[in-house]
C-alpha cells in the first residue's frame, strides 16, 4: 500500500464564513447541507453540526450521477436511521432538484402551521445552503432558482461572499462560501476530498494521490477498471499498476519506461469525468 499524504488547505476566508453562518443562524428556518454522494463521510464538515445546532437539517447527496447507485440508496438509509432526511440530487442535469422544495415544506411542516395560525401565511421559509468547496452548491441554487443568478465553477473557492436568493414567494435561499476545516484528522478524509477535486490540485503529489485512487479502485472497483483499461494485473503493487495503465494508454517514454505523471493526472480526470464508471469511494459501514 502506497504512502498517505498529509492534505491541508484551510484559506483564511474559511475562519470568517464560519462566523458568519453561526452570526446569520437566528433568522434561518432549516439548513441545506450539500455533500458529494460519492465521499458522503469526507464531503460533510465535522463542525458542521455544532454550529447548526437544533436547526432542522436536510442533505442533498448531490453528483448522484457520478455515484454507485446502490450506495447512493444505502446512504440513504443511514441518514434517515439518525433522523436526517436526505435526497439524492445532481446539480448539473437537475435530476431530483425538484423533490427539494416539498422536503423543506415536509421539515418545516409545523412551522408553517405555526404561521397559518398567526396570519402570516405569506412569510417565506429561509433554508442556509452550506457545503464544502467545489460540492455545487451555487449550481444547485441557480438550477432551483431557474436562473444562472450565481457565479458557478468547478473550482473550489469560487463563492466568497452570503448571497440571498428568492425561489418563489414561499422560499428564500441563502447561499454561503464553501467551508473546510482547520485540520483533517483523519488523513483519508483529506485524500478522498483530493481525488474529487475540492482541495487545488497545486498543494498535492499527484502520482501518489492516483496510486492511492488505483488501490481503492482495485478493492471495490475491478470490473470498471478492466473495461475502461484492458486486463489488469491486480497483484501488482499501486505503482506498478499506474505504469501498466499508463503503458495501456501509450505514455511510455525513451527507455520504455512509463510516463506515471501524465498517468496520475489522466487517471485522476477520467475519475472525476466519471469515464470510468459511476463509483462511490466511502461506504455506509466506514461510518459505522
Same mark, same amino acid.
Not at 129 to 150: C, D, E, H, Q, Y
Given at each position: ?8 488547505? /484551510? ?9 458568519? *453562518? ?29 454550529? *447548526? ?20 440508496? %444505502? ?8 433522523? *436526517? ?58 438550477? *432551483? ?42 488523513? %483519508? ?5 483530493? /481525488? ?37 494485473? /491486480? ?39 466519471? %469515464? ?13
Amino acid at each position: 500500500m502506497s504512502e498517505m499524504q498529509n492534505i491541508q488547505w /484551510f484559506p483564511g476566508h474559511m475562519t470568517k464564513t464560519k462566523r458568519k *453562518i453561526a452570526e446569520i443562524l437566528p433568522i434561518i428556518d432549516a439548513v441545506a447541507e450539500i455533500v458529494d454522494a460519492r465521499i458522503p463521510i469526507s464531503s460533510r464538515n465535522p463542525d458542521l453540526m455544532g454550529i *447548526i445546532k437544533d436547526k432542522p437539517l436536510l442533505i442533498l447527496l448531490n453528483k448522484c450521477d457520478m455515484a454507485d447507485p446502490k450506495e447512493t440508496a %444505502k446512504w440513504i438509509s443511514f441518514y434517515k436511521n439518525k433522523g *436526517i432526511p436526505a435526497i439524492p440530487v445532481d446539480c448539473k442535469t437537475g435530476r431530483g432538484v425538484s423533490d427539494f422544495k416539498d422536503k423543506v415544506k415536509e421539515i418545516l411542516g409545523d412551522k408553517l402551521e405555526s404561521y397559518k395560525a398567526k396570519g402570516m401565511v405569506g412569510k417565506p421559509l429561509r433554508v442556509m445552503v452550506v457545503g464544502i468547496p467545489n460540492v455545487g452548491k451555487s449550481t444547485f441554487i441557480n438550477r *432551483i432558482a431557474g436562473a444562472s443568478r450565481l457565479k458557478a465553477e468547478n473550482r473550489p473557492g469560487v463563492t466568497r461572499g452570503n448571497q440571498w436568493v428568492t425561489v418563489d414567494k414561499q422560499l428564500e435561499l441563502l447561499d454561503t462560501p464553501g467551508v473546510l476545516w482547520p485540520k483533517f484528522e483523519d488523513q %483519508k478524509v483529506g485524500e478522498h476530498l483530493a /481525488f474529487t477535486g475540492a482541495v487545488k490540485d497545486a498543494v498535492l503529489d499527484t502520482e501518489l494521490l492516483a496510486m492511492r485512487l488505483l488501490e481503492n479502485l482495485s478493492e471495490n472497483y475491478r470490473e470498471l477498471l478492466t473495461a475502461r483499461f484492458g486486463e489488469l494485473d /491486480f497483484d501488482l503493487d499501486s505503482y506498478d499498476l499506474l505504469c501498466l495503465v499508463g503503458k495501456k494508454r501509450g505514455m511510455v517514454i525513451r527507455g520504455g519506461e512509463t510516463d506515471t505523471e501524465r498517468a496520475a493526472k489522466m487517471l485522476l480526470e477520467e475519475y472525476r469525468n466519471c %469515464k470510468i464508471g459511476k463509483i462511490t469511494l466511502e461506504r455506509t459501514n466506514d461510518n459505522a
